[in-house]
């Protein structure tokens, strides 16, 4: 980022092919139409491109562009409500929750989005995103602390709604395969800081 706020333009290439992926995954995720989510990326490119002159390395270059994404994000939800609200647009389209093939798949999106909505984002923001600890503190403006404890709970949350037991649908072969690949990630300890 450091080149291409002095003018290079192979370097702003090179951001756009390696972050492209992510980003678009980071709204995809969140948002329930797919082009929307296109038009949050380059949203967000654009962004980058008009904010490259004051840019000042005071983090890392992927914490400075998720919380453009996080801004973003943010604003779009706004319109949306200001839509529904006012101009009567509902929603057509189902949530992206609600949207992948597998049974497991949705039996865990339906999981995660039961969480308490800071909950969730920082367990999208550390699993989803890979992004470190520090890393999300910094992006919610939170202790890092906070980000561990909410983390925790975010994640203990997420095993009781995924553990068969405590379900009243008998246990089905997509809830064990979910729970022998899912919740054993969720106990691991040694995340990385």
Known sequence: MLAFSKGS????????????????????RRVADPSHAEELAQETFFAL????S?????ALFRTYLYAITLKILRAHR??????????????????????????????????????????????????FEQLSYAEVADLLDLPLNTVRSRLFRARTALRELLDPSAASVPNSAAQQSVQQTVAPRLTQKGDRV
């Open 9 to 28: 333009t192979e370097a702003f290439t090179t951001l756009f092919g390696r972050y492209k992926q992510p980003v678009y995954g980071f709204f995809r």
């Open 49 to 52: 491109l008009r904010a490259a």
């Open 78 to 127: 706004r319109k949306e409500t200001f839509r529904a609200t006012f101009l009567g647009q509902r929603k057509t389209l189902p949530d992206p929750a609600k949207q992948d093939a597998t049974e497991s798949g949705l039996w865990v999106r339906r999981a995660v989005e039961k969480l308490d909505p800071l909950d969730r984002e920082i367990l999208l923001l550390r699993e």
């Open 54 to 58: 004051r840019y000042e390395p005071r």
